[in-house]
């Protein structure tokens, strides 16, 4: 199996590698259109501020393909909301692939929330064997609302998308590769679809 990890510049993507390799699956970390386009299975990671991973996939030059693509692409945290129409964080424009706007956590709670949080209304292939209630590790200020394509919903402050899905594209707000077990139940269950 052929996965590429999309690599520009947002985030660590080390502990994706590793926890792909423990899954016994190689993966390339790349920018190269024709390495993405051709491969089976495309994760889009993403950390830090949605203005700058725009800008570094600008200036890759893949703006334009990551929405053609038509194997499965699994958007991980920053990743899943570029997905979307816009975002709060610093009034960008995302990929447009998902409607929906990603919107800041208001003020009666700390930000980022960083830690563990429960998965529930879990409806998708991509979680097969794991339960509602497991959790999964995440780091983010920004929240994506519950729309049509939600698959997952957790609570911080309001309930929101843990999780979305649209044609090929699934998108999880968590870091599966920092999620311990159900995280590794997670990856593998996307590169099985």
Request: charged content about 25%; hydrophobic content about 40%.
């Amino acid at each position: 199996m052929n996965v590429v990890i999309i690599d520009y510049d947002a985030g660590n993507v080390q502990s994706l590698k590793f926890a792909l390799d423990k899954l016994g699956v190689d993966s390339i970390l790349t920018k190269d259109r024709e390495l993405i386009s051709k491969s089976d299975k495309v994760i889009f990671p993403g950390q830090g501020a949605a203005k700058n991973a725009m800008n570094k996939l600008h200036v890759n030059d893949l703006v334009d393909l990551i929405p053609k693509l038509k194997q499965p692409v699994l958007g991980i945290c920053l990743g899943m909301q570029l997905l979307f129409e816009k975002t709060e964080e610093g009034n960008v424009n995302g990929l447009g692939i998902i409607k929906g706007y990603v919107k800041k956590f208001s003020e009666k709670v700390k930000v980022p929330q960083m830690g563990w949080n429960t998965l529930e209304n879990l409806e998708s292939k991509l979680f097969n064997n794991i339960n509602e209630g497991e959790y999964m590790y995440l780091v983010h200020s920004y929240y994506v609302p519950i729309v049509p394509e939600t698959i997952g919903i957790s609570e911080y402050d309001l309930k929101y998308s843990i999780a979305v899905k649209k044609n090929n594209f699934y998108g999880v707000q968590f870091h599966p590769e920092k999620s311990s077990f159900s995280g590794n139940k997670l990856l593998n269950n996307f590169l099985k679809l």
